[in-house]
Nanobody, 124 residues
């Protein structure tokens, strides 16, 4: 079993930045592909970004490229999502997910483990 705990969310003004963290426990996630999704109020959860276990393959939702940056620190069992130039439409609960192996995955059903989410609220 892998337990995932997100942190780093909060209230930020438009144009600001945040770095979300996803700390894993239970097993080392160096062999896991990791992903981030987000769910805005009243909307479905959507893919944000994913990183392969080797830390060399990343994939981003097209609309988010250039502002979202994903990285992982395997010795720390942690994945980071840096979000720059935040916009009000980025307001959502951000979820971390994990799946054993692979390069990257973009759909919810491809992931086996999920965190509880961290709220990001961007004021205009």
């Amino acid at each position: 079993q892998v337990q995932l705990v997100e942190s780093g969310g909060g209230l930020v003004q438009a144009g600001g930045s945040l770095r979300l963290s996803c700390a894993a426990s239970g097993r080392t996630v160096s062999s896991y592909s990791m992903g981030w999704f987000r769910q805005a109020p009243g909307k479905e959860r959507k893919f944000v970004a994913s990183i392969g276990w080797s830390n060399t393959n990343t994939y981003y939702a097209d609309s988010l490229k250039g502002r979202f940056f994903l990285s992982r620190d395997n010795p720390r069992n942690t994945v980071y999502l840096q979000i720059d130039n935040l916009k009000p439409e980025d307001t959502a609960v951000y979820y971390c997910a994990a799946r054993l192996g692979g390069n990257y995955y973009t759909t919810e059903t491809q992931y086996n483990y999920w965190g509880q989410g961290t709220q990001v609220t961007v004021s205009s």
